[in-house]
C-alpha cells in the first residue's frame, strides 16, 4: 500500500469508522432501512437549506439525495470525496451524517459558498468537512491510496448549460433565465464547456487517477442525466459507463433519481411531429465500485 509519498497535497484527515458495525458491513443500515433503500427509483424534496437560486449555483441537488447515497455506501468517520462540489451540498449532507469529507472545485467563489454553508450550519460531531479549490484531475495529491469509501458527485454534464437558456420545456418561456448562459465558468479546464468526446475522456482520466484511493469494493456513484444537442439525444450515462469500465471501475447498479415531483411549469414542446421525453423529469445514479482484489 503507498504510505503518502511523493504526495505533495498530503490532507491530514481521519478515515476510520466510528461505529461498532461489522467488518463486511457496507453501511450503518439497520435491515428495515436497508430494505426501504433497495427500491431502484428515487425521488426527493428540496428543504430549506437547499440552493435553487440558479444565480448562486446552477446545477445542485438535494441534500436528501447526498445524504442518503452517504449513508447507503459509508460508515460514520469514513471518508468521501466529491471531485466536483459545486454549492457544497454533499459536505452539508456529510456534516449531518457524521462522515468525513472533502470537496473540489475550481471556482473559489462556489469554495466560500461551501464555507459559509459549512459554518452556518455547524454541528458538533466528530467529523470534518472541507472544501478545496484545485482541478479534479489533481486530487490524487490529496489523499492516501485505499483511505477513501465514497466518491459521490455530480460533475458537469460536458456543454449542456454552456449555451443560451431558449426555455423550450418552460410554460414560463420569457422567465429571467430566457438567453442566459447558466455555465460555471468558460476556463479551459473546466468541464463543462468540453465537447461530450472530450469531456468522456477528461472524466476517465480523472476517475482513473482516483480510482486506487478508493477502499477495494468502495463505491464510486456519479450523478448525469443524458442531453439533447442539436434535436439529437446525448447519453452522456452511456459514455461514462463505457469509460469508467475502461478504467477499471464495475458497474454496479443503476438508480432513477425521478424528480417528477419537483418539476413545474412544463410547457409543451415537440407537439404534433417530434415525440421527446423532458431531460429534466428523471437523471442517472450510476454506482460503480472498486472492484474486490
Ligand atoms: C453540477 S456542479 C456540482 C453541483 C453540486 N452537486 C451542488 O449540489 O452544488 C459541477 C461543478 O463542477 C465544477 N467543475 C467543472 N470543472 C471542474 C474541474 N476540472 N475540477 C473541479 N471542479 C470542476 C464546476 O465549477 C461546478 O461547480
Same mark, same amino acid.
Given at each position: 500500500?503507498?504510505?503518502?509519498?511523493?504526495?505533495?497535497?498530503?490532507?491530514?484527515?481521519?478515515?476510520?469508522?466510528?461505529?461498532?458495525?461489522?467488518?463486511?458491513?457496507?453501511?450503518?443500515?439497520?435491515?428495515?432501512?436497508?430494505?426501504?433503500?433497495?427500491?431502484?427509483?428515487?425521488?426527493?424534496?428540496?428543504?430549506?437549506?437547499?440552493?435553487?437560486?440558479?444565480?448562486?449555483?446552477?446545477?445542485?441537488?438535494?441534500?436528501?439525495?447526498?445524504?442518503?447515497?452517504?449513508?447507503?455506501?459509508?460508515?460514520?468517520?469514513?471518508?468521501?470525496?466529491?471531485?466536483?462540489?459545486?454549492?457544497?451540498?454533499?459536505?452539508?449532507?456529510?456534516?449531518?451524517?457524521?462522515?468525513?469529507?472533502?470537496?473540489?472545485?475550481?471556482?473559489?467563489?462556489?469554495?466560500?459558498?461551501?464555507?459559509?454553508?459549512?459554518?452556518?450550519?455547524?454541528?458538533?460531531?466528530?467529523?470534518?468537512?472541507?472544501?478545496?479549490?484545485?482541478?479534479?484531475?489533481?486530487?490524487?495529491?490529496?489523499?492516501?491510496?485505499?483511505?477513501?469509501?465514497?466518491?459521490?458527485?455530480?460533475?458537469?454534464?460536458?456543454?449542456?448549460?454552456?449555451?443560451?437558456?431558449?426555455?423550450?420545456?418552460?410554460?414560463?418561456?420569457?422567465?429571467?433565465?430566457?438567453?442566459?448562459?447558466?455555465?460555471?465558468?468558460?476556463?479551459?479546464?473546466?468541464? $463543462? &464547456?468540453?465537447?461530450?468526446?472530450?469531456?468522456? *475522456?477528461? /472524466? !476517465?482520466?480523472? #476517475? =482513473?487517477?482516483? %480510482?486506487?484511493?478508493?477502499?477495494?469494493?468502495?463505491?464510486?456513484?456519479?450523478?448525469?442525466?443524458?442531453?439533447?444537442?442539436?434535436?439529437?439525444?446525448?447519453?452522456?450515462?452511456?459514455?461514462?459507463?463505457?469509460?469508467?469500465?475502461?478504467?477499471?471501475?464495475?458497474?454496479?447498479?443503476?438508480?432513477?433519481?425521478?424528480?417528477?415531483?419537483?418539476?413545474?411549469?412544463? $410547457? &409543451?414542446?415537440?407537439?404534433?411531429?417530434?415525440? *421527446?421525453? /423532458? !431531460?429534466?423529469? #428523471? =437523471?442517472?445514479? %450510476?454506482?460503480?465500485?472498486?472492484?474486490?482484489?
Amino acid at each position: 500500500m503507498d504510505v503518502g509519498i511523493n504526495k505533495k497535497n498530503l490532507l491530514d484527515i481521519s478515515y476510520e469508522r466510528l461505529c461498532q458495525c461489522k467488518p463486511s458491513n457496507i453501511n450503518c443500515l439497520t435491515a428495515k432501512e436497508w430494505l426501504r433503500n433497495q427500491l431502484g427509483v428515487w425521488q426527493f424534496t428540496y428543504e430549506k437549506r437547499d440552493i435553487r437560486d440558479k444565480s448562486t449555483h446552477p446545477a445542485t441537488f438535494p441534500i436528501s439525495l447526498a445524504k442518503k447515497v452517504i449513508e447507503l455506501f459509508t460508515h460514520m468517520g469514513e471518508l468521501v470525496v466529491d471531485p466536483f462540489v459545486g454549492s457544497g451540498t454533499t459536505l452539508v449532507a456529510a456534516m449531518d451524517a457524521n462522515r468525513n469529507a472533502v470537496g473540489f472545485d475550481l471556482q473559489s467563489s462556489y469554495i466560500e459558498l461551501c464555507k459559509t454553508r459549512l459554518t452556518n450550519g455547524h454541528l458538533h460531531n466528530m467529523s470534518k468537512q472541507t472544501p478545496i479549490q484545485d482541478d479534479a484531475k489533481n486530487i490524487h495529491e490529496y489523499f492516501k491510496e485505499e483511505t477513501v469509501s465514497l466518491i459521490w458527485t455530480s460533475p458537469p454534464y460536458a456543454n449542456l448549460l454552456n449555451r443560451q437558456r431558449k426555455n423550450k420545456s418552460r410554460r414560463d418561456r420569457k422567465n429571467e433565465q430566457l438567453d442566459k448562459v447558466e455555465q460555471y465558468s468558460q476556463d479551459e479546464r473546466d468541464l $463543462g &464547456i468540453m465537447s461530450i468526446d472530450d469531456y468522456t *475522456i477528461a /472524466m !476517465g482520466d480523472i #476517475f =482513473e487517477s482516483m %480510482l486506487p484511493l478508493l477502499k477495494p469494493k468502495a463505491h464510486c456513484v456519479i450523478n448525469v442525466p443524458d442531453m439533447w444537442w442539436e434535436n439529437e439525444r446525448i447519453t452522456i450515462h452511456i459514455s461514462l459507463v463505457q469509460e469508467l469500465r475502461r478504467r477499471g471501475y464495475e458497474l454496479r447498479n443503476i438508480i432513477i433519481w425521478d424528480r417528477t415531483n419537483i418539476v413545474n411549469k412544463i $410547457g &409543451i414542446f415537440g407537439w404534433p411531429s417530434n415525440y *421527446i421525453t /423532458m !431531460g429534466v423529469t #428523471f =437523471e442517472y445514479l %450510476l454506482d460503480f465500485w472498486r472492484p474486490p482484489k
